[in-house]
């Protein structure tokens, strides 16, 4: 299994920009066909933000975000990025890195290993 830790979530303000890490270990990264990017915020289930495929080629957006946030991934150095811009308040969540396997989309369910979540905070 992958072990992950989300790194770089914080406060910031409306139409402000941050960048998300996930660093990943133990079992080969590359392993992990499909990364991607959920939310959780306070009394909703958690969604579907971002995937990212193997070599890149292929990634997958929420409606919500597409044209803000960006995801890419280092298989050279074990991270998964997701950069963030022109956020807003309803972008508030903690974010969550996971990683699954071949064919894995949008579904929380077709990931198998987590990270902890990272707070990010967008101010109005």
């Known amino acids: 299994q992958v072990q992950l830790v989300e790194s770089g979530g914080g406060l910031v303000q409306a139409g402000g920009s941050l960048r998300l890490s996930c660093a990943a270990s133990g079992r080969a990264f590359s392993s992990s066909n499909v990364m991607g990017w959920f939310r959780q915020a306070p009394g909703k289930d958690r969604g579907f933000v971002a995937a990212?495929?193997?070599?890149?080629?292929?990634?997958h957006y929420a409606d919500s975000v597409k044209g803000r946030f960006t995801i890419s991934r280092d298989n050279a150095k074990n991270t998964v990025l997701l950069q963030m811009n022109s956020l807003k308040p309803e972008d508030t969540a903690v974010y969550y890195c996971a990683a699954g396997a071949l064919g894995a989309t949008s579904a929380p369910g077709q990931y198998n290993s987590w990270g902890q979540g990272t707070q990010v905070t967008v101010s109005s």
């Open positions: 990212i495929s193997w070599s890149g080629a292929w990634t």
